[in-house]
């Protein structure tokens, strides 16, 4: 069993920059943690994922080079880095994790048993 909790959203101007955390509690050692987002009217997308275990890490193409994920073991946190926002980064974001989930399947929302309740991050222009 795993819990994860988000913190980090808030409103904030295009181009400006987040930093969202990702707690994680349990039976956490291995896990893969992933950050998602929705946007009302709009299907969950997965944005990054990171492999604790090894530190691996994956990145959806719309938020590479713009987004960065890492983690801090000894805070058992994992972190989203997300620079020059824009309006379309609006949503609520979200981390997930799950014991495992592989190369192929890091953005599939059903490859993940636990979730947090979510940070709004809010982009103004």
């Known amino acids: 069993q795993v819990h994860v909790a988000e913190s980090g959203g808030g409103s904030v101007q295009a181009g400006g920059s987040l930093r969202l955390s990702c707690v994680a509690s349990g039976h956490t050692h291995g896990t893969y943690i992933g950050w998602f987002r929705q946007a009302p009217g709009k299907r969950r997308e997965a944005l990054a994922a990171?492999?604790?275990?090894?530190?691996?890490?994956y990145y959806h193409r719309s938020v590479k080079g713009r987004f960065t994920i890492s983690q801090d073991s000894a805070r058992n946190t994992i972190y989203l880095q997300m620079n020059n926002l824009s309006s379309d980064d609006t949503a609520m974001y979200s981390c997930a994790a799950s014991n495992y989930v592989g190369d192929t399947s890091w953005d599939l929302s059903s490859s993940y048993d636990y979730w947090g309740q979510g940070t709004q991050v809010t982009v103004s222009s």
């Open positions: 990171i492999w604790t275990g090894a530190g691996r890490t």
